[in-house]
């Protein structure tokens, strides 16, 4: 079994990696390179983070065959968003604050709870970390899946939970980079010659907050195109090739923005 924390010291890609590479250069070069420390935290990787810990609860919970009361969990998430909102320096979206994210986060849960299918899929892994190596690269790609399920034919089902402001469509699912490398981390680690599922599992941040599970599979081309895709990455970053995208939607709510104004600047 692999140890994501020996894994993460280890030089390696991960998907976060890759899309910030390709989002900005520079968020995947001070960040990972130059390890600056961040201006802030965003409230909704926190938040995220938080509710992932929550789910991941839930399952170890099914898993020993004890599924937890609602408020059980909802317990769980205040504790949770407790420690986060201590430990780490939150910057609030505006409208945001502790108590709407803590309220918010149960509501989410609520319409989780109340919504998921009820099935006999046996949990098989709950953060589940993965190591596995593509030609043309020299390190490995690594993860953590947040959840694998077999069903009642033996499918495997790999599931990553989302929380996210709107609901998903199916190009967003079918095209998403991240669920073709865990397809790929699947087959390399025990699951090739299975047949293998692909699930997001969101919940869905509208004023009237709601759940919605989304089903894909992947190819043989589909891997293929990751494949290519990961490499030309990988190139650049040994080339030391780093494009500011300072247009980027996300600039306003980046946490390495003050750096990258000074970069402009002129500075280093």
């Not at 309220?103 to 190591?131: C, H, M, R, W």
């Not at 969101?202 to 290519?228: C, L, N, P």
């Not at 996300?250 to 390495?256: A, E, L, Q, R, T």
């Amino acid at each position: 079994m692999n140890n994501i924390s020996e894994l993460r010291h280890k030089p390696h890609l991960s998907v976060s990696a890759i899309n910030d590479y390709i989002d900005c250069g520079f968020l995947y070069k001070f960040g990972r390179i130059d390890n600056l420390k961040p201006d802030f935290e965003a409230d909704s990787l926190i938040f995220g983070k938080t509710i992932h810990r929550v789910l991941a609860y839930f399952y170890q919970e099914k898993r020993a065959g004890c599924i937890p009361d609602l408020d059980v969990l909802t317990d769980v998430f205040n504790q949770e968003w407790d420690y986060a909102v201590r430990d780490n320096n939150i910057k609030y979206k505006k409208g945001h604050d502790v108590n709407t994210l803590l309220n918010q986060g149960i509501d989410l849960l609520t319409a989780y709870y109340n919504d998921i299918p009820d099935n006999n899929f046996k949990v098989l892994a709950i953060e589940e970390a993965f190591s596995f190596n593509i030609d043309g690269l020299s390190i490995p790609i690594i993860g953590v899946i947040d959840l694998v399920e077999e069903d009642e034919a033996g499918t495997i089902i790999i599931t990553d939970f989302k929380t996210s402001s709107k609901a998903y469509s199916i190009d967003d699912v079918d095209n998403n980079l991240q669920l073709t490398v865990y397809n790929m981390a699947a087959r390399a680690n025990g699951y090739a010659e299975r047949e293998i599922l692909l699930r997001f599992d969101v919940m869905i941040k509208t004023k009237q907050v709601k759940f919605e599970q989304y089903y894909t599979s992947r190819a043989i081309d589909d891997e293929k195109k990751v494949i290519r895709k990961v490499q030309q990455v990988w190139e650049g970053i040994n080339k030391g090739i780093f494009i500011p995208n300072d247009t980027s939607w996300k600039c306003n709510g980046c946490s390495y923005k003050s750096h990258c104004e000074k970069w402009f600047d002129g500075g280093n």
